[in-house]
Nanobody
Framework: QVQLVESGGGLVQPGGSLRLSCAAS????????MSWFRQVPGKQRELVAV???????NYADSVKGRFTISRDNAKNTAYLYMNSLKPEDAAVYYCNAHFPGSDDRDDSWGQGTQVTVSS
């Protein structure tokens, strides 16, 4: 079955860096768009970055220039490199797999990884 497993979250000081990983299995990874979302309590889940199967990317304005999304199709893994972290980046980060043209309700999600930014 489809499985997405995030890792790499943790506690980091403001200005620090983290790399999140999303290991995928159970589907043809290279055919899917992969995204990172984040959510804080009481707020809606928001899109952070997407890398399409074409490798084109888009970022939320709040993370442009600081975060980089990438994918390794040979390893079935997506990454989110987060630099210059700010307290407002603290959230649970979720990996998402979306087959282009399909209903968003059919997307697959990971269980999330907590990122805490605090001194």
């Amino acid at each position: 079955q489809v499985q997405l497993v995030e890792s790499g979250g943790g506690l980091v000081q403001p200005g620090g860096s983290l790399r999140l990983s999303c290991a995928a299995s159970g589907f043809t990874f290279s055919s899917y768009d992969m995204s990172w979302f984040r959510q804080v309590p009481g707020k809606q889940r928001e899109l952070v970055a997407v890398i399409r199967r074409s490798r084109s990317t888009n970022y939320a304005d709040s993370v442009k220039g600081r975060f980089t999304i990438s994918r390794d199709n040979a390893k079935n893994t997506a990454y989110l490199y987060m630099n210059s972290l700010k307290p407002e980046d603290a959230a649970v980060y979720y990996c998402n797999a979306h087959f282009p043209g399909s209903d968003d309700r059919d997307d697959s999600w990971g269980q999330g990884t907590q990122v805490t930014v605090s001194s």
